[in-house]
């Protein structure tokens, strides 16, 4: 175009237009990067482990519901799990299932939180984080769910009776360790990518496939990530989180943050 102005309008409509589309595609930015796009492992590994622990816990946000158990029936898997139609109030009931923990192994397994001791500063009081009343951990945040899935979660799993299923939530702790180091070495990325997969694979052998929401799948995408743009901790979001935080202590109206932080940036 020979005026700039009107290509710089269509540009912006084009941008109003598209909410879902990225600027950087519009303006032919960034197709010869390697890794455009770079997977969040912090809220990756927040969502994985609630819905984990949902599961397990079988509290209001459980993945094992009855869409989930129709889901079953249509793929024809675990039919041992599928709903049975009552004839007398045509409703389904749900057969148990093994991954829902029992009542003394959510008790144990929320004790065994309860009573870790940790040295200062090094996470939140895990006090705070179990509820023993509704025996669930609903106040976990970010930080906390990487903590938990790290360090507590493979100590506290030793509560659940069955061992392949202790087995593989163990061994994607042992990932999201690995991974979350600062020095990672190449040789072992290949074994770990591979890892990653037979994880995934036992994890699917005992838990529902609704578990398996794309952000559980991205797991196996990180170890491609490491290589191309290095160790997770050069492309999370701790360190923006973190300046949110100081960014809001400007704000003097708390009814509308999100719009303040835009203004701030």
């Known amino acids: 175009m020979e005026h700039p102005e009107i290509e710089a309008h269509l540009l912006l409509k084009a941008c109003v237009l598209r909410k879902s589309q990225s600027s950087f595609s519009i303006l032919n930015i960034g197709h010869n990067w390697r890794s455009p796009h770079a997977i969040d492992a912090m809220h990756m590994q927040k969502n994985v482990f609630k819905s984990l622990i949902a599961t397990l816990m079988d509290t209001l946000k459980s993945k094992d519901s009855l869409k989930a158990r129709r889901d079953m029936e249509k793929l024809h898997v675990m039919l041992e799990l599928h709903p049975v139609l009552e004839t007398k109030t045509r409703k389904y009931t749900l057969p148990v299932a093994s991954y829902n923990l029992e009542l003394e192994e959510r008790r144990?397994?929320?004790?065994?939180?309860?009573?870790?001791?940790?040295?200062?500063?090094?996470?939140?009081?895990?006090?705070?984080?179990?509820?023993?009343?509704?025996?669930?951990?609903?106040?976990?945040?970010?930080?906390?769910?990487?903590?938990?899935?790290?360090?507590?979660?493979?100590?506290?799993?030793?509560?659940?009776?069955?061992?392949f299923l202790k087995m593989a939530i163990t061994r994607m702790c042992y990932f999201w360790s690995k991974i979350s180091q600062k020095k990672v070495s190449k040789t072992e990325l290949s074994d770990l990518h591979d890892?990653?997969?037979?994880?995934?694979?036992?994890?699917?052998?005992?838990?529902?496939?609704?578990?398996?929401?794309?952000?559980?799948?991205?797991?196996?995408?990180?170890?491609?990530?490491?290589?191309?743009?290095?160790?997770?901790?050069?492309?999370?979001?701790?360190?923006?989180?973190?300046?949110?935080?100081v960014l809001r202590r400007y704000v003097h109206n708390r009814a509308y943050l999100g719009l303040h932080d835009r203004g701030l940036q």
């Open 108 to 163: 144990g397994l929320c004790t065994s939180v309860k009573g870790i001791k940790v040295p200062t500063r090094f996470s939140a009081n895990s006090k705070k984080l179990v509820s023993m009343k509704d025996l669930s951990f609903p106040h976990c945040k970010a930080h906390d769910c990487h903590m938990m899935m790290t360090v507590f979660l493979p100590i506290a799993i030793r509560a659940i009776k069955l061992e």
């Open 195 to 245: 890892f990653v997969m037979e994880t995934q694979n036992q994890l699917e052998m005992c838990l529902p496939p609704a578990l398996f929401d794309p952000m559980v799948h991205l797991m196996i995408h990180m170890v491609h990530q490491i290589q191309a743009l290095g160790p997770c901790y050069l492309h999370e979001m701790w360190s923006y989180e973190r300046f949110m935080s």
